[in-house]
């Protein structure tokens, strides 16, 4: 399965004539976290929350391509991306490994991923790098097999996300 997750509607018309599924986070009631863990304990894969994220994640575990859509905000997703993310904790286990001599979380029947992630905005160098360790420093608990980091202007974002989804039907 192919997903693009964005933070902002697009106009792509070669996504809706395709096998990859297009979310606009924007136009979703998605809560915050609230850190209760219940995912984890009392309805293990399952967010107690029910709101639109509950349909999200689900797919996020099940895509091998992933493009997530963000603005970038000081070296971080902006914040209907991080919701998102953070909201997809049920698609891992509160149970712990070691993989390359760190901790992370063991994934919940999550395929392994290629990844692009397309940062928007306004972005400088510090913020750039700031952001790209961030997508490194989460790669391994979002089962990132690989991942690829473009930064754009938001006035280039419909084109360089078309050429992506140009080179994934390839």
């Not at 895509?63 to 698609?91: C, F, H, Q």
């Not at 790209?132 to 990132?144: C, K, T, V």
């Amino acid at each position: 399965m192919k997903l693009i997750l964005s933070d902002k509607n697009l106009d792509i018309p070669e996504i809706n004539h395709s096998s990859i599924e297009f979310i606009d986070l924007s136009k979703l009631k998605i809560a915050g976290c609230i850190g209760c863990f219940q995912c984890w304990t009392k309805t293990p894969g399952k967010c107690v929350i029910r709101d639109d994220a509950v349909n999200v994640y689900p797919r996020i575990a099940k895509s091998n391509k992933v493009l997530y859509i963000s603005k970038v905000k000081y070296g971080s997703y902006d914040t209907i991306m991080k919701t998102m993310l953070e909201r997809a904790i049920p698609i891992q286990q509160a149970f712990i490994r070691l993989l390359h001599g760190e901790t992370h979380h063991v994934q919940r029947n999550v395929i392994p991923k290629q990844a692009v992630i397309i940062g928007y905005g306004d972005i400088s160098a510090e913020e750039q790098g700031i952001f790209r360790q961030l997508i490194e420093r989460n790669a391994y608990n979002m089962n990132f097999e690989s991942n690829r980091v473009i930064f754009v202007p938001e006035n280039e974002l419909e084109q360089i996300v078309r050429q992506e989804v140009l080179s994934w039907e390839k």
